[in-house]
Each structure stands twice: as C-alpha cells, then as structure tokens.
C-alpha cells in the first residue's frame, strides 16, 4: 500500500530516475527519506474563462479538469493545472509566466524547493502530454529538486492494481493550507525559445529570419507525420493559411512515435534512439553543438518529445534542449510566410 503522508523523505544516496513505473514510485514513497510530491496533471483542454485574470490562481470547483482530478487519483497528490499555472497571449494557450509570478502557484500546491516533484496524467499519449508539460515548466524554472514523471501515467498505475482515491483530504486541496517555499532559480528561457531567438538573423550571419539552415537550431518537430508532410492540417483556420506545413530544415520526431503502443509507456533509449536516426540526425555527436528545439502546435507535444529526450539522453544532451512555446500555430498568426516546406 501508498502511504499518504504529506510529503515523503528519500536517502540522500537514492536518486529517482527520471522515469519512474508504479512499482519505483511506491518504493520511493515508503522510503520516508527526500520529499517525494506527487502532481496530478488532469487536464481538459477549454477556452479560459471570463473570470481568468492574468497571475490570479482561484480555480473553479467546477472546472472539468478538477473534476477529472476528483473522479481518481493516487493519494496524496495534488492538482496541477495547467491552465492556472500559464497564461493566455495573444499567440500562445500557454506562455510561461514570469518566475515571481510561477513561484506563487507552485508555492500554494504547497512545494518546497527540495522536494523531488513526480507528475503523472491519464488520457492519450499514455498520460504523458500533460505531464510532460508540466515537468519541463519546473525544469524551465530551474527546480533544485529532482523531477520525475510516472511513465505510463494514471492507467499504467491502475493496470497494477495501485489504488486510486477520489476523496480529499487537507494535503490534497486546490491550494494547501501551508504555503510551500518553493522558488525559481531561472526564468524560463533558460529552457525555452522565443519566436524572436527563432527568427532572429544569428550573430554571426549564417542564418536569417527565414530559419533556414541555421548553424544555430536544429529544430525538431514533434507534430504526427501526417501534419508534419501536409496530408492533415491542424493549423487556424481563421489565421492566414500557410504555403507549406513545416519550417524549412525542421525534422519530423513524432510524437506518435513516443508512446509504445502495448505498454502506453514512453519507448526505450534504444527505440527513441532508431526513431531519430531515421529522421536523419544524430543528436548524440558531440561534435555538434546546435540547441535542440523541439516545437509541435502549441508546445504541448513540443514538451513531451523534449521530456523523453531529457530523461534518455539528459546527461547527453540535457544542456542543449529547448521547447518553443508558441510553435507552429503562433508561427502561423506572426509570419506565416516561414512554414513554406512540405
């Protein structure tokens, strides 16, 4: 069984994987030793509403992803919600908020800045989409403690017969009684690009506003094949309508492709590994120092490519991965001029 304490301690020798199965998870749990904190990420895609006000967090008791959260969840877990923890502009569904601002949600869901954060979701993508997001916001924000997410999410816990609550108790409320004292140490462009660091001409001349061929990115396009070749379209319809459906030099990392279709956990290294050789690079030569830019439509699968990169390969390549938050769909509504390959 779960133990449902507040927040759980971990040996200082024991370091979580990035990856964590069920059973890993309960084991880190019962260990009593370094805060384990659990982020439940349900999360229903809507429009904000009325009521939302840039950098206030009351969340709505009726919201459908609360209630996705109340309908189950492993005890002990709190509500991460993605809508509450970013910010609508006029080109992203989910900008980042300045670090004070972050600290101030992450501080009322009652973390503290050692705590080693696990995030887990449920829906397609074997929960991960959600998750991932999640994760690489503390990462943007540069959390001291560990990071991990529950591969496989919600479902894969439930398929080994972990118990689920839907009951709260005072450590699973929207916002803890105690405040946490969880602070940023960046901002997050540490992790993430801009749509002007993209399209801005490099120092050096060898790349201009078109993106193409630059010594600078090597960009990595996280959308299913279909969107990424032109067959399906998933761009804004009420936007201009680009000429071709990806950026010129991007290479296709499907995030279909991330999920192993009998587990619904993340694919191995060794998977992950053929799925990019295949997609014609080497992200492992260290010869080459391009920054990682992983982008979808809206940075969610973005997150998710950059999160499985980050737990195969981090200690590789951690340094270089970046996601862009506003992707293709803000792409679209600044320059659509620039999604001219098919």
């Given at each position: 069984?779960?133990?449902?304490?507040?927040?759980?301690?971990?040996?200082?020798?024991?370091?979580?994987?990035?990856?964590?199965?069920?059973?890993?998870?309960?084991?880190?749990?019962?260990?009593?030793?370094?805060?384990?904190?659990?982020?439940?990420?349900?999360?229903?895609?809507?429009?904000?509403?009325?009521?939302?006000?840039?950098?206030?967090?009351?969340?709505?008791?009726?919201?459908?992803?609360?209630?996705?959260?109340?309908?189950?969840?492993?005890?002990?877990?709190?509500?991460?919600?993605?809508?509450?923890?970013?910010?609508?502009?006029d080109?992203?569904?989910?900008?980042?908020?300045?670090?004070?601002?972050?600290?101030?949600?992450?501080?009322?869901?009652?973390?503290?800045?050692?705590?080693?954060l696990v995030?887990?979701?449920?829906?397609?993508?074997?929960?991960?989409?959600?998750?991932?997001?999640?994760?690489?916001?503390?990462?943007?924000?540069?959390?001291?403690?560990?990071?991990?997410?529950?591969?496989?999410?919600?479902?894969?816990?439930?398929?080994?017969?972990?118990?689920?609550?839907?009951?709260?108790?005072?450590?699973?409320?929207?916002?803890?009684?105690?405040?946490?004292?969880?602070?940023?140490?960046?901002?997050?462009?540490?992790k993430?690009?801009?749509?002007?660091?993209?399209?801005?001409?490099?120092?050096?001349?060898?790349?201009?506003?078109?993106?193409?061929?630059?010594?600078?990115?090597?960009?990595?396009?996280?959308?299913?094949?279909?969107?990424?070749?032109?067959?399906?379209?998933?761009?804004?319809?009420?936007?201009?309508?680009?000429?071709?459906?990806?950026?010129?030099?991007?290479?296709?990392?499907?995030?279909?492709?991330?999920?192993?279709?009998?587990?619904?956990?993340?694919?191995?290294?060794?998977?992950?590994?053929?799925?990019?050789?295949?997609?014609?690079?080497?992200?492992?030569?260290?010869?080459?120092?391009?920054?990682?830019?992983s982008?979808?439509?809206?940075?969610?699968?973005?997150?998710?490519?950059?999160?499985?990169?980050?737990?195969?390969?981090?200690?590789?390549?951690?340094?270089?991965?970046?996601?862009y938050?506003?992707?293709?769909?803000?792409?679209?509504?600044?320059?659509?001029?620039?999604?001219?390959?098919?």
């Open positions: 069984m779960v133990e449902s304490h507040q927040s759980h301690k971990m040996p200082l020798g024991l370091r979580l994987s990035k990856l964590l199965t069920p059973a890993a998870l309960v084991e880190a749990i019962n260990k009593a030793s370094v805060n384990v904190r659990l982020l439940d990420c349900a999360f229903v895609p809507k429009a904000r509403p009325p009521s939302y006000k840039f950098g206030h967090f009351e969340a709505d008791p009726n919201d459908e992803s609360r209630q996705a959260f109340l309908s189950a969840h492993v005890s002990g877990a709190v509500h991460f919600n993605l809508a509450l923890a970013t910010h609508a502009t080109y992203e569904k989910f900008a980042h908020y300045p670090a004070e601002i972050f600290e101030e949600y992450a501080q009322l869901l009652g973390l503290n800045s050692d705590d080693h995030f887990y979701g449920r829906g397609p993508f074997g929960g991960m989409l959600f998750a991932s997001r999640a994760y690489w916001l503390f990462k943007s924000y540069g959390h001291a403690g560990g990071l991990s997410v529950l591969d496989g999410g919600l479902a894969a816990w439930e398929e080994q017969q972990m118990p689920v609550v839907s009951t709260v108790n005072a450590h699973e409320a929207v916002f803890v009684a105690k405040k946490g004292n969880w602070r940023a140490k960046t901002e997050p462009s540490a993430t690009v801009s749509f002007e660091q993209l399209t801005a001409a490099a120092d050096d001349g060898t790349c201009t506003r078109s993106v193409d061929n630059c010594a600078k990115w090597l960009l990595l396009d996280a959308r299913p094949r279909p969107q990424f070749e032109g067959l399906q379209n998933a761009f804004d319809p009420s936007k201009q309508m680009p000429t071709g459906s990806h950026l010129p030099g991007a290479v296709n990392v499907p995030s279909t492709e991330l999920i192993d279709a009998e587990s619904g956990q993340f694919v191995s290294a060794e998977q992950l590994q053929d799925l990019v050789v295949k997609s014609g690079i080497n992200l492992l030569d260290e010869k080459d120092d391009k920054i990682l830019v982008l979808c439509n809206s940075g969610i699968q973005a997150s998710m490519l950059a999160t499985v990169l980050d737990a195969h390969f981090g200690p590789q390549i951690g340094h270089k991965l970046r996601v938050t506003g992707s293709m769909l803000e792409v679209q509504a600044r320059a659509p001029e620039l999604i001219s390959e098919k």
